[in-house]
């Protein structure tokens, strides 16, 4: 049974929320705790200018209470030169002022093990070398040169220890709706030391742009040892390489058999040239008078009455007819409804050919499995709704791909792939046995009616799904895997919507558009939006927050709102009428509880409770977990600008000198993620030669004591899917702050491989 219910939310808005009464049967677990990486001391070591710095995780398992600054667990001995020096107990951190630069160090809980020896860094940063790939041309003879890019950690050998692995993307790399050819991606893994293991080219057929590729990195059998799982294609090759460093094999992915029967070869180019998709678009003209849409009446009969001109040609079309009428699509009918409808430019795309998913063996790059990715694009778009609205931009909404690990069942790691959030909306959910991929769910919105795929307004409209159909329009940039219902398993928070761990849809929320806006008094999703945040944004009510930011401009109810993460209804927010581009939450204000929130174009600054107290936040590019007090920090900086770290109240604390942020405007490290050390967060940025991944250590002595955030499921998760397409920090499961109540702070229930 499915109802909508209306909420009443203050005096702000009556919310409209789609609850699902009858959920799928839970799926049945092993009674012992969630799966979680067996992990080392991970003891860092660095000089600076008061001392030498030491910091060591805390493991979930060695938790065994809470105190009042914190979490109970054993106390530490630090070790120098293999005599004692110091006992801690309430931390996991300690400055050393007698150390020197030959020293050499461990730690170990009192009568435990000792951490493996680690001496200082030279400075708080250190250096992962990286092998650059070489430059290239495109087929149009443009030149490309590549830069590291995002980056996600895995312990790909089981030793306790992270690798690092890093993508790299060209300098023509586009976004989807740019025209032009890209080179290829390459995914590299790395030892800490620099030491390459591989090298994933992932061909000319998978087009290079924050939107086409979202790899996942994770142990997904439990076996101790990550996995990898993107998206693939004919060409995609495995470089591995020998312990000198030298290339050792080179080998393509498995094809499944019915496309090598088909004559499909690794060799095969399925990028179009302007004279290609020219050639593209004759051929489906051609085919007008069958497409099932016409068929079946939904569709306008005539490619003239689509365009609004006289009938002039008869159907079936003749090559030489659909060869005028793509004449006139391209040269007038296009133009005439946006001017930078320049079709004749429109070449690098890859609207054909198969597409695959493939599971990688982390420590070698081997190929364990390759599937084919579901769904396909089915078309250039057309159907996805690319060619309806004013700016044409065939294969757009067809490739909006996003990617998530989640713990569906409360125990075990799934991987999660979408493609579309615009229109027909789609996530597919796998679990890896370390054999096979078995599908667990899989959602369809179905297909966004239209009455002209040339002209009309597909956003914001129902699918044809009867459960999924108002998910259209909802989804974000990126997505987040969270207990929003708190019953021990992970939804998928899809932007506007929600979808329960069984695969049922948890809610897709909507509101009463406000006066001011294109229809007073209607309901409308709050649709789409660039970012998104989930945590216990407000620990003062139950439950977990949502704050988010819509860029529907005067069709959305909101341009920024707080939404309790549970139900979807809006807690606060503010009608803009524009694009609402950026927002973070972060606890900036100490004197506030909770986090605070904030947006762009003039949002202001609000307290978690939905009070303003500011017209502008402090940047939104990416937060961070630096400083020792448990508040939030920014990292700034985007193009040439060299990137920082800063705090609101107290300015700047880090300049990156030297490195370099990535994704254009968006400004985005390559990672940020608790990757050794204690509860703080490392910055991982590429230099500006890309040569290395910069790593930096937050060296602020702490009296807070915390296990390493890669013990709690849903921050671990969203460490994985940080990389995906617009880059959004990752959030603990509780709520994390100088107001943090630690009686409320779970303790970790995982068994460790």
């Known amino acids: 049974m499915r109802a909508w219910n209306r909420v009443r939310v203050g005096a702000l808005v009556t919310v409209a929320v789609m609850v699902v009464g009858t959920p799928l049967p839970a799926v049945a677990a092993p009674a012992r705790g969630v799966q979680l990486e067996k992990l080392d001391r991970g003891l860092v070591v660095a000089s600076t200018g008061e001392g030498t710095f030491l910091s060591w995780r805390l493991l979930g398992h060695e938790v065994t209470g809470r105190t009042a600054t914190g979490m109970a667990g054993p ?56 092998r650059k790939p070489a430059d290239g041309v495109t087929p149009a003879g443009e030149a490309y040169t590549y830069s590291a890019n995002d980056l996600s950690v895995g312990d790909v050998d089981g030793d306790g220890s992270y690798e690092y692995i890093v993508k790299w993307d060209p300098s023509n790399s586009k976004d989807v709706s740019q025209v032009g050819y890209t080179g290829n991606v390459f995914i590299d893994a790395y030892e800490l030391d620099g030491t390459p293991l591989y090298r994933i080219d992932l061909g000319v057929n998978v087009r290079a742009g924050a939107h086409y590729t979202q790899f996942l990195v994770y142990d997904f059998d439990g076996d101790g040892r990550s996995e990898m799982m993107f998206k693939t294609a004919p060409g995609t090759k495995i470089i591995r390489y020998d312990r000198t460093g030298a290339v050792k094999s080179e080998r393509f992915i498995t094809m499944p058999r019915e496309d090598v029967r088909a004559g499909v070869k690794h060799t095969d180019d399925y990028r179009m040239s302007a004279a290609d998709y020219f050639e593209h678009l004759v051929t489906m003209f051609q ?84 599937v084919r990715y579901e769904p396909g694009r089915h078309d250039d778009g057309l159907m996805w709704g690319d060619y309806a609205m004013p700016r044409i931009e065939p294969g757009n909404r067809v490739d909006r791909f996003l990617a998530t690990v989640a713990y569906l069942d409360g125990k075990h790691p799934s991987a999660v792939f979408a493609r579309g959030y615009y229109t027909r909306t789609t ?68 932007g506007a919507a929600t979808i329960d761990h069984d695969g049922s849809l948890l809610y897709s929320s909507f509101a009463t558009m406000p006066d001011g806006s294109a229809a007073p008094g209607t309901t409308a999703r709050l649709g789409h939006g660039d970012a998104m945040h989930v945590t216990d944004i407000d620990p003062t009510r139950p439950g977990k927050e949502i704050y988010m930011v819509h860029e529907g401009g005067t069709g959305a109810p909101y341009g920024h709102a707080m939404r309790d993460a549970k139900t979807g209804a809006v807690l606060f927010g503010t009608y803009s009428g524009v694009d609402t581009g950026r927002g973070m939450v972060g606890d900036i204000l100490p004197e506030h509880p909770g986090l605070e929130a904030w947006a762009s174009t003039g949002m202001g600054l609000w307290t978690a409770q939905g009070q303003k107290i500011g017209a502008a936040g402090p940047g939104t590019n990416q937060s961070i977990r630096w400083a020792a007090d448990l508040s939030t920090q920014i990292v700034d900086g985007a193009l040439a600008v060299t990137p920082s770290i800063e705090d609101y109240r107290r300015g700047r604390l880090l300049t990156a000198e030297g490195t370099l942020a990535n994704n254009g405007t968006k400004g985005n490290p390559s990672l940020v ?15 500006a030669d890309s040569s290395a991944i910069r790593i930096y250590l937050s060296t602020e002595v702490t009296a807070h004591k915390l296990y390493t955030l890669m013990h709690d499921p849903q921050y671990r998760a969203e460490v994985a899917r940080q990389q995906t397409t617009y880059n959004q920090p990752s ?11 630690w009686a409320t702070v779970p303790v970790p229930n995982g068994h460790y491989r």
């Open 75 to 130: 106390a530490f001995a630090v070790y120098r030169d293999g005599r004692r020096i110091a006992t801690v107990t309430d931390s996991t951190n300690y400055l050393d002022p007698g150390g020197s630069a030959s020293s050499v160090y461990q730690v170990a809980p009192v009568r435990g093990k000792r951490s493996a020896p680690a001496t200082a860094w030279a400075g708080t940063h250190l250096d992962l070398p990286l």
């Open 731 to 741: 959030y603990t499961s509780f709520h994390l702050g100088t107001g943090t109540v």
């Open 673 to 687: 993620a608790d990757i050794f050390g204690d509860w703080r967060e490392e910055l991982l940025m590429r230099t």
């Open 287 to 370: 085919g007008w008078d069958t497409h099932p849409e016409v068929v079946r009446g939904a569709w306008p009969k005539t490619l003239e009455e689509a365009f609004g001109i006289p009938p002039a040609y008869p159907y079936p079309l003749s090559r030489a007819d659909a060869t005028a009428l793509a004449n006139h699509f391209v040269d007038v009918y296009a133009p005439a409804r946006s001017t930078r409808n320049l079709l004749r430019n429109f070449a690098g795309f890859i609207v054909d050919g198969p597409e695959y998913l493939t599971v990688f063996e982390g420590a070698t790059g081997r190929e364990l499995q390759t």
């Open 427 to 494: 996530l597919v959910a796998y679990d890896w046995d370390g054999r096979r991929l078995h599908k667990r769910w899989y959602v369809d919105s179905g297909w966004t009616p239209m009455t002209n795929p040339f002209n009309d307004t597909p956003h914001g409209r129902d699918g044809t799904d009867p459960e999924f159909r108002t998910i259209t329009t909802q989804g974000a940039h990126s997505l987040s895997s969270a207990d929003v219902d708190e019953d021990g398993k992970q939804e998928i928070v899809y």
